[in-house]
């Protein structure tokens, strides 16, 4: 994916794992059923709501230090603890 991120030119994959695709796709078209569901940036095609309604999945959607967006995973219904501030 680094090598295909330093070409210039366009290149079409299809990725199943969307955090890679948001890390080095600057386009994504999200599919369901073959139907086009959403159409853009991956910040604007990668939202929670739109993964729960695709994928039946709860999605916790951040940002890394470097700006890149991170997708974590829960059933609906199941809460992802988050740490607390420690000290």
Known sequence: MDLLATTDQTILVALHDLSLAARYCDRLVLMSGGTVIADGTPGEVLTAERLRNVF?????????????????YSRPGVTIATPGPTG
């Open 56 to 72: 039946d999945v709860e999605a916790h959607i951040t940002s890394d230090p470097l700006g890149n967006l991170t997708i974590s």
